[in-house]
């Protein structure tokens, strides 16, 4: 369509969660309108009332903002706009393009098996019957689709797709209740918010063909298609619970961040040459939905935590104490506000090795625990006379030092070793254990930088009382 600015869409349907693949397809639909200037639009589907609750749809909202995929308009909702569609419909009846089905449910189901016997699909008596033999009695309401020829699919993705039209039956549209039926909700929405690329999964491939009949008969523009691989775990089958995490709430909780996300989640069914690691913008600017790949994509845990490694190394230090400290609160130890300027200290010292916000956690701990330190049973036994008296020394070194920093500590503590003519290793674990008292610590001198002189000291203290 290059006379009309790119119009793309989300249209999610509340079901209790947003799968990392609606995630996906989002992120290219988003991805796809910023590259070529256009709007991405959402579209709850809501139409089935049982399980479209404020809280479902809310899931999806949370969802979008929390992976920074936010609309260009207010979301449109599919229910709402029932009125809509069966307005449609009835230019449709107008027309001659549709018509009135009244087969009983005996009748329809009599037809079904006949289709089945004979290899054929499910064809209604009424299709060309006059108006003036209507019976009085509920009806449905069908698309007359052609029933020779073939409907192509000059999809983005999968290639040119034929479908012969003798294999696609007469599409409901209006059931007997007066509901509309999903195939036409999406294409009077789609059409009425003026998507111009209907980007979603492969498994509505079959749906473009029956799609593309509503558009014939109304003389609606179609839209491009593009139909999106599945995502499989690491073992090639389709993502489920055994794979771990499904939902991308789920992501959240185990502590990747949005970036990371978005990051990794392109580069599922898409690339830029070699490139791993990329920004918005740079995704922004390479992005073309004719370079996503046909084949399904696999989730590999491995080069996720790479990526959210990356990201939790360049990401502001603030923003990530407020993150850890909210992991910590989930946890329920609560960081106390004299504390906070200690986690944000810390955060330098540790992120390196954390490939998520619960590991970044899980660093921070020991500057966060309550003196006096009760040490762990193992980490009891590393306090020999022998190491008390060598850690009591090193107390009164530190006490005299004056530049508490990574690089003066670490040659302080190399010079006390060659003093004491010993290796590090003979005090380094005693000295770890006292200041961290067993929970996760970085090197010797960034766990004294972390928790500060007076913290450091006040620890050796406390494991030290009579040591001289």
Partial sequence: MPDRPVVTRIAPSPTGMMHIGTARTALFNWLYARHTGGKFLIRVEDTDRERSTAEAVQVIFDGMKWLGLEPDEEPVFQFAR????REVVQTMLERGAAYRDFMTPEELEAEREAARAEGRVVRSPWRDSSPNDAPDRPFAVRLKAPQTGETVVDDQVKGRVVFQNEHLDDLILLRTDGNP???LAVVVDDHDMGVTHVIRGDDHL??????????QAMDWEVPVWAHLPMIH???GKKLSKRHGAQAVSEFDDMGYLPEAMRNYLAKLGWGHGDDEIFSDEQAIGWFDIKDVVSAPARLDWDKLNHVNNHYIRQAEVDRLAALVEGVHAGRGLKVRAALRP???RTIPLVRDGAKTLLELADATVFVLRERPLE???KQQGLLTDESRGRLARLRDRLADQAAWEVPALEALIRGFAESEGVGI???GPALRAVLSGGSPAPDLAGALV???KDESLARLNDALPNAA
């Fill in 82 to 85: 029932a009125d809509r569609h």
């Fill in 181 to 183: 039926t999903y195939n």
């Fill in 206 to 215: 079959n749906n473009a063909a029956r799609q593309t009949h509503i558009y």
């Fill in 233 to 235: 775990g690491p073992d």
């Fill in 342 to 344: 200690v986690l944000a």
């Fill in 375 to 377: 040490l762990p049973e």
């Fill in 425 to 427: 290793g003979k005090f």
């Fill in 450 to 452: 972390a928790l500060g």
